[in-house]
């Protein structure tokens, strides 16, 4: 059974940091590109980041250079780093494969504000 487990979301003031965790387990996790997702009330789901297996990574324009996403393949896990943080970045955060090949977790809740 796959699982997908998002974490580290919290209340953060503007220009804060946050850590987000995604433990995946029932997949070969090594074997997917991964994404980061995220989901603002009102809005439709938008990608934020994604890595290869290569490591290659790629960001949605409006987190480029704020955002960091990496992964630790023995571990099975998907981090994203986000750095000066905006009220905009409020949103339930997902993790999944770049193709979107599993059913979504609970997600993770961002909540930048002053």
């Known amino acids: 059974q796959v699982q997908l487990v998002e974490s580290g979301g919290g209340l953060v003031q503007p220009g804060g940091s946050l850590r987000l965790s995604c433990a995946a387990s029932?997949?070969?996790?090594?074997?997917?590109?991964m994404a980061w997702y995220r989901q603002a009330p009102g809005k439709e789901r938008e990608q934020v980041a994604i890595?290869?297996?290569?490591?290659?990574?790629s960001y949605a324009d409006s987190v480029k250079g704020r955002f960091t996403i990496s992964r630790v393949n023995a571990k099975n896990t998907l981090y994203l780093q986000m750095n000066s943080l905006k009220p905009e970045d409020t949103a339930v955060y997902y993790c999944?494969?770049?193709?979107?090949?599993?059913?979504w977790g609970q997600g993770t809740q961002v909540t930048v504000s002053s």
């Open positions: 999944n494969t770049r193709g979107i090949n599993f059913n």
């Open positions: 890595i290869t297996t290569g490591y290659t990574t």
């Open positions: 029932g997949i070969t996790f090594s074997t997917f590109a």
